[in-house]
């Protein structure tokens, strides 16, 4: 297929690939995301293909790897269509049983299903999954049933048609209106109204500009924008295309993370793809627009995903943040005007042109709309990623779409916004989440990590890892963060090391203080945040530490000791084996000998806890 | 790596000051670090002075002026692999391999390394060893995920343990 070269040939294309497919024709999905991989979905793909080979004989039964469904925590998943059967936790040998009652005979294998936790009901449809069912999945949703190697996937969901609209019916101006009144809002972190920057770079001084699409997802805990652009890399580069229009820029990068080859892999090939079909290059869809997208991979540093510390990396310098007293709009890559947005926030664009602000306005909250995917993860039944309507409240996205916390244990806090984020408590499980609402709490939005914790999970040692972070990615331009997180960090592990005192705890609010105010970039400027926030909501569980050197949660090491009860263990030598610096000793109970109760030799003892967690007979104490 | 190897790499990006990074990745992929003479010959090209390469070679943790191990082992330090342990991972791996993070074993078998998240949070604690994803780990795993990666003679010395 040749360059496209106006929109009536692309909609004569796209109308080519619906007709050679066929909607009740049976075809079996499997998840290729990343949380898959990690599950074993390559050994599964490659039994569907022999068993489609084997069997299937010429019906035609399709194979596609999609990106990732959401549902990492049952992975490998497996959907068939068009029944959307969704099959969880696949091995390859069940393949063959797949195919042979499902695919040929329409029946279900029960084994596969996904089972209610609470009713035991076993559920078919994908839909219904009470994982999914509150979810509203607009931009996400098509991950699970594309091919991200393969543009035809795309445009058969309708796929570049916002594209054709703004190019050939919208004036780039009226592109920015309508982005502005639906008030798409950043979706990175600051949440700055996406319209609002598009315009200012439209109306910067200069010919030449530049678009960039932030895809270096630093915060620890989040992994939305991996799976956007490996799992639907078109919705994104469309998002950029028409924002190039809207803004008049001819030159567009893509920033992804050193971490994620896959997802620089799929992009490439999604822009290789629109430049063959003449969606990309120039004079797109002989629109007399012209655009092109460069793929930049970051070298490994968090920092680097700041805006202007992400354009001195483009531009070959080492990616430091320098001061916004000009905004990147005005002066940013080679000091031209630059709009920078990030990969969920492009992802957006496409529809909010397709479908319109009114419809887009309707969903959210008042100063946030649309929807926001939230990598929900730690210390929850369902982990994986879930996209939600703004303003829906914690204790749904925990509870119902989360499915409550493992074990039976109790909540504690969820930490949103990655470093810079904060700790929200129980307490406030029922506030709406969304932009403000969870700046008011002390907190942040970020870019979507939500990590649950339970009452295993120790407050200060939060901070502590938080700190820990910071102070290895600051850049060390500004003293106040270089030296700030650093001194933080050292008063913590005193604290977790059972050497805090009561002073500790002011100390480290002024700290806090001086480097949010004094740093130049949001790394600084938000980094006491986990230290701050904890205080604010845990402050008894510091004393605890300080007054009685004593973890409530069991955690911080230095505070603990592990004790076998010797007339509670039953000598079955568990613990023993479990132990990876063997510092357990004792005799095996058996039949014909009496054994002897084992014992640790705190010397040895690097109290890791496999001994407590691996005894069934709570013979285990730590205090 | 022979000049025109480097040459190679170097056409592939373009000779200007932007491809920096991407040539300094491509040349760590092919040979584990960045040999001096390597850089050397990248700053003369390129017309970038060698104590600027040098600047990007320590700031980004991808780069490594140090030779490094046969595979890489890649410890997940995210908060959600954190708040599952990670920790209590990473020290058994400490134990096994007699290193710390950032030193590579002397027998140049394996690199020890953490990262800040891989992004696959819903399988944590996650290990990466030369990119692939081993999830849901522990310190009782640690030994036997090693075992398929450690050189021959330490391969039947593991063997014969176990």
């Keep these: ?623 | 790596m022979t000049q025109s190897e480097i040459e190679a790499i170097i056409e592939r990006y373009g000779r200007k000051e932007s491809s920096i990074l991407s040539i300094l990745q491509d040349i760590q992929t092919r040979e584990k670090y960045l040999p001096r003479e390597a850089l050397e010959y990248v700053g003369e090209k390129l017309q970038i002075p060698l104590n600027k390469i040098y600047r990007i070679a320590t700031f980004y943790r991808a780069l490594s002026l140090m030779p490094r191990g046969r595979h890489e082992v890649c410890v997940c330090m995210g908060t959600a692999c954190h708040v599952r342990g990670a920790q209590r991972v990473l020290d058994q791996l400490k134990l096994e391999l007699g290193i710390a993070p950032g030193e590579t074993t002397k027998d140049l078998n394996f690199t020890l390394e953490t990262v800040n998240c891989l992004g696959v949070c819903a399988a944590g604690p996650v290990v990466a060893i030369d990119g692939q994803y081993f999830g849901k780990m522990n310190p009782t795993k640690v030994e036997g995920t090693l075992k398929q990666f450690r050189s021959d003679k330490k391969k039947e010395a593991a063997d014969g343990k176990a």
């Design chain 1, 1 to 623: 297929m040749g360059r496209l070269s106006s929109p009536q040939e692309l909609e004569k294309y796209r109308e080519g690939i619906r007709r050679r497919r066929d909607p009740h024709q049976a075809f079996i999905t499997v998840c290729g995301g990343t949380g898959c991989h990690a599950s074993g979905c390559h050994a599964v793909v490659d039994a569907f293909k022999k068993v489609i080979q084997e069997k299937a004989k010429g019906n035609g039964v399709g194979l596609r790897v999609t990106g990732c469904h959401g549902f990492c925590e049952r992975g490998p998943l497996v959907v068939l269509h068009p029944q959307k059967v969704l099959y969880q936790r696949v091995k390859p040998e069940d393949a063959p049983k797949i195919f042979e009652e499902t695919v040929l005979n329409g029946k279900i294998v029960e084994s596969l299903l996904y089972e209610h936790p609470t009713t035991g009901e076993k559920i078919v449809s994908e839909e219904e999954v009470p994982f999914y069912k509150k979810q509203m999945r607009i931009i996400f949703g098509n991950n699970g049933s594309i091919d991200p190697a393969q543009i035809e996937d795309y445009l058969a969901v309708g796929g570049y048609q916002a594209l054709c609209k703004a190019l050939f019916s919208m004036k780039p101006e009226e592109v920015i209106r309508e982005v502005k009144k639906a008030n798409l809002r950043g979706r990175g972190g600051g949440g700055f109204p996406a319209g609002l920057k598009w315009e200012q770079c439209r109306n910067a001084p200069g010919e030449i500009k530049y678009v960039i699409c932030n895809a270096d997802e630093g915060d620890p805990g989040a992994y939305m924008d991996r799976s956007l652009l490996e799992g639907n890399p078109h919705s994104v580069l469309e998002g950029m295309i028409i924002g190039a229009y809207a803004i008049g820029a001819h030159e567009g990068y893509v920033f992804v993370r050193h971490e994620y080859p896959l997802a620089v892999v799929n992009i490439g090939i999604a822009i290789q793809q629109a430049r063959e079909l003449g969606l990309l290059g120039k004079e797109i869809l002989g629109s007399g627009f012209s655009f092109d997208v460069q793929i930049s991979r970051g070298g490994g540093a968090f920092v680097a995903g700041e805006s202007t510390a992400l354009m001195a990396t483009i531009e070959g310098n080492v990616g430091e943040p320098r001061a916004k007293h000009i905004h990147t709009v005005i002066s940013g890559l080679w000091d031209r005007p630059t709009n920078l947005n990030n990969v969920e926030t492009w992802a957006n664009v496409p529809l909010i042109i397709d479908r319109g602000a009114d419809w887009y306005t309707q969903i959210g909250t008042e100063g946030s709309k649309g929807t926001k995917i939230f990598s929900l993860v730690g210390k929850v039944n369902n982990t994986g990623l879930v996209e939600v309507p703004m303003g829906i409240t914690l204790r749904e996205i925990v509870y119902d779409i989360g499915g409550g916390i493992p074990g039976g244990k109790k909540l504690k806090a969820v930490q949103t916004g990655g470093p810079s984020g904060g700790c929200i408590p129980e307490s406030l499980i029922d506030l709406p989440v969304d932009f403000d609402r969870l700046t008011e709490v002390g907190s942040m939005m970020g870019s979507g990590g939500m990590i649950v914790m339970d009452e295993s999970t120790c407050m200060v040692d939060v901070a502590k890892y938080f700190m820990n972070f910071l102070k290895d990615e600051s850049c060390g331009k500004c003293t106040s963060c270089r030296e700030g997180t650093r001194r933080m960090h050292e008063i913590l592990m005193e604290i977790t090391e059972g050497r805090g005192t009561l002073d500790h705890l002011d100390l480290l609010e002024e700290l806090g203080w001086v480097t949010a105010e004094a740093s130049l970039c949001a790394l600084g400027g938000t980094a006491p945040n986990p230290v701050l926030s904890t205080l604010r909501y845990f402050r008894d569980e510091y004393k605890e530490h300080i007054l009685n050197k004593r973890c409530p949660a069991k955690v911080c090491r230095a505070l603990l000791k592990y004790r076998i009860l010797s007339d509670v263990c039953t000598m079955c030598g568990r613990c023993a084996k479990a132990c990876p610096v063997e510092a357990i000793s004792g005799k095996v109970k058996t039949k014909k000998e009496k054994g002897i109760p084992f014992k640790i030799d705190e010397q040895k003892c690097i109290k890791c806890g496999m001994c407590f967690e691996s005894c069934k007979f709570e013979a285990i104490e730590v205090q």
